[in-house]
């Protein structure tokens, strides 16, 4: 199975971004929430890095990092950060769950 960059390149923005933040305001909340959130995605891309049906971890971590910052956007209006990772999180789930039917299994024919 071949790596999974755009999940690793997703987990990697969204720990950035939490970094940056944290630079940026000195606000510890989206260090933490970036770092939190960043690490548990790159574990989800690195599960569907080795199997593209085995992602629970990506999926739930992206719906719910979806769910947070639209919730942020649609209180807030500002594009960034909130609405940003809302769209990207909404690709992520898209792409995720048709990757997760593109299964290699499928293309085996079982005598």
């Not at 969204?14 to 630079?23: H, K, S």
């Not at 199997?51 to 594009?79: E, H, P, Q, W």
């Amino acid at each position: 199975m071949p790596i999974d960059f755009a999940a690793f390149a997703y987990a990697a923005s969204v720990a950035g971004g939490g970094i940056l933040g944290y630079v940026k305001a000195k606000s510890i909340p989206s260090l933490g929430a970036g770092l939190l959130f960043g690490s548990i995605l790159g574990y989800g891309a690195y599960q569907t890095s080795q199997d593209s049906r085995n992602c629970a971890v990506l999926l739930g971590t992206s719906t719910a990092l979806g769910g947070v910052m639209g919730y942020r956007f649609y209180n807030t209006r500002k594009i960034m950060p909130a609405g940003m990772i809302c769209v990207i999180s909404a690709v992520m789930v898209v792409r995720t769950i048709w990757r997760s039917f593109q299964s290699p299994e499928a293309s085996l024919k079982v005598e």
